[in-house]
């Protein structure tokens, strides 16, 4: 059996990346990374902008009998996200496999080197990034890439193989029940007779000779994820900081001096980049046409459970708004009060001069 193992990794690198200007910025070693259609399909990708495509130099390790290839390739989006992808040469048998898809579940290693390439790459784009920032979360997946399945038909393949497919895609040793061998291969999706994509939440199995196509919808939902957890940690501090805002303007404070506007203003300002990042990272690529591609896609959102992630972000939006018109009403209120006050204040003393002795 030969192929690819594709261990990839995601990070939150800011909040956009103009990808001109990083392109222009390291020209030398970039080039622009083009998704491709599937056969027979219409023009059905459409994106705002292409990512860019970065090939660097890295130190060669062994894994699991696996060599490492002497590259790396760093795919950057719009969204100020990035992947970085290692590859190791597939040639031996599926039960190999197995224990170079339990070598690299969680592998903090490989995690802290894909890290250190981005840490360079960042201080090298300059102002290429808006708000350059590399957050703590990390999303790792791995991609089984083989040219040609061993024998007969997709089918075939699995029903003959399910117990070791599971074992690869869990980066399990242990024999596994056939209820969990039955969900780890839920996600099976075929476009020919000897080509297809098996999905699961650590790895996905990809089989045939064009899956470029396949490997980058799943690299972008990595993506992501890890988009939509850096953003969830963001909107929880932000819930954080709103409620320490609201605890601090309580009783007298409260009554006559308000919420300040400059906290005001950075609550809004926090509350307006979220959203415009959310809305980047889930609607920056569109799959019109592609049933194919659409299927893998929304079979790996499935596996990633990106809708429960969005709607839990939806909702964090959702009571910031709240927050924040609550409180934008109440200062609003408090100016009123105040300036009653200042009335009240003006006609008493315009009363008092009229008694007062000239």
């Known amino acids: 059996m030969h192929g690819v193992c594709h261990a990839v990794f995601a990070f939150d690198i800011g909040f956009a990346i103009d990808l001109d200007e990083a392109e222009r910025a390291i020209a030398a070693i970039s080039r ?94 300059g102002d290429a990034i808006s708000k350059p920032r590399l957050a703590p979360p990390v999303e790792d997946y791995i991609l089984f890439e083989i040219a040609e399945s061993p024998g007969g038909t997709i089918e075939s393949f699995l029903n003959e193989r399910r117990d070791i497919l599971a074992k690869i895609l869990r980066a399990e040793h242990e024999t596994l029940s056939n209820q969990e061998v039955t969900d780890a291969l ?41 988009q939509m957890r850096s953003l969830d940690d963001e909107l929880e501090s932000i819930l954080d900081s709103s409620y320490e805002l609201l605890a601090r303007f309580k009783g007298i404070r409260q009554s006559f001096l308000g919420i300040g506007g400059s906290e005001l203003r950075r609550l809004g300002v926090l509350h307006a980049d979220s959203a415009i990042l959310f809305e980047a990272a889930t609607h920056s690529m569109k799959l019109v046409g592609d049933q194919y591609l659409s299927r893998v896609y929304r079979s790996v959102s499935q596996r990633f459970h990106l809708p429960q992630w969005g709607a839990n972000i939806n909702r964090k939006l959702e009571t910031i708004d709240t927050i924040y018109d609550k409180m934008n009403d109440r200062q609003a209120t408090v100016r009123l009060e105040v300036l009653e006050w200042i009335i009240i204040i003006l006609i008493l003393i315009e009363v008092v001069k009229g008694f007062w002795p000239a």
């Open 32 to 125: 622009r990374a083009v998704i491709l259609k599937k056969k027979r399909a219409p023009q059905s990708i459409q994106s705002h902008d292409v990512p860019l495509s970065i090939t660097e130099a890295t130190p060669t390790f062994d894994l699991a009998g696996y060599s490492s290839a002497s590259t790396v390739d760093i795919v950057l989006y719009p969204f100020g996200a990035a992947s970085v992808r290692f590859s190791f040469a597939i040639h031996n048998s599926l039960v190999d496999l197995v224990g170079l898809s339990e070598a690299l579940y969680d592998h903090h290693p490989l995690a802290q080197q894909a890290r250190q390439h981005l840490e360079r790459l960042v201080e090298s784009l």
């Open 186 to 226: 839920a996600q099976s999706i075929a476009y020919g007779v000897r080509d297809g994509v098996i999905i699961d939440w650590h790895a996905a199995l990809l089989l045939g000779p064009d899956a470029d196509d396949v490997r980058a919808i799943l690299e972008y939902a990595n993506v992501q994820l890890v």
